[in-house]
């Protein structure tokens, strides 16, 4: 489990280094187009316990649109199935998704299988995000830094500016 969060903290490493900004790239061979955010967020306090949230992308009609959020999680429980992600804003209001994946022990969730979901978490500033381990309850409360707390918000942004 150690191993799959330091993955994810060299995956950060890499993309940050790029930050706003969406990465487009077509495959010559299969003419398949990808889209990537440059940016994830690292959800951790000390790099042992914690999630990476990524926004996927994907390319409709010439158009980045968002497909959904994969968590990869490290230290909350040991197997994954029906997790949540908690929001809370600013404002103090909270916003609940729960995964829709199939049961794993690599510490993998996708949330908001039919991309509906983003408009609910991308207008206000975020200042915590919990994620809950559906299956043993256990959970991580991420504390974002004032830079942080407009990252759904700046997603959205890149999107808009990327589609003009």
């Known amino acids: 489990m150690m191993m799959a969060l330091m993955m994810c ?3 950060v490493s890499y993309t940050q280094s790029k930050p706003d900004s969406i990465h487009y790239e077509k495959d010559i061979m299969t003419d398949k187009e990808y889209a990537i955010f440059y940016e994830s967020l690292l959800c951790s306090n000390d ?3 914690g999630f990476l949230l990524t926004i996927g992308l994907e390319i409709k009609n010439g158009d980045v649109v968002y497909s ?6 490290a230290g909350i429980g040991t197997c994954n199935e029906k997790d949540q992600l ?15 994946n199939d ?3 690599k510490g993998n ?7 509906k979901e983003f408009n609910n978490f991308n207008t206000k500033k975020v200042t ?10 256990d959970s991580f409360t991420y504390q974002l830094k004032p830079d942080e707390q407009g990252y759904f918000i700046k997603c959205l942004k890149l999107m808009n500016e990327y589609n003009r």
Do not use: A, M, P, Q
């Not at 969730?109 to 991309?115: E, G, M, P, R, T």
């Not at 809950?132 to 309850?137: D, Q, W």
């Open 9 to 11: 903290f060299v995956n």
């Open 47 to 49: 790099g042992k316990v």
């Open 68 to 73: 959904g959020i994969r968590v990869g999680s």
């Open 86 to 100: 908690i929001f809370l804003f600013e404002d103090g209001t909270k916003y609940t998704i729960t995964s829709w």
């Open 103 to 105: 049961f794993n022990c």
């Open 109 to 115: 969730s996708w949330f908001d299988l039919y991309h």
């Open 128 to 137: 915590h995000i919990r994620f809950v381990n559906g299956r043993s309850y």
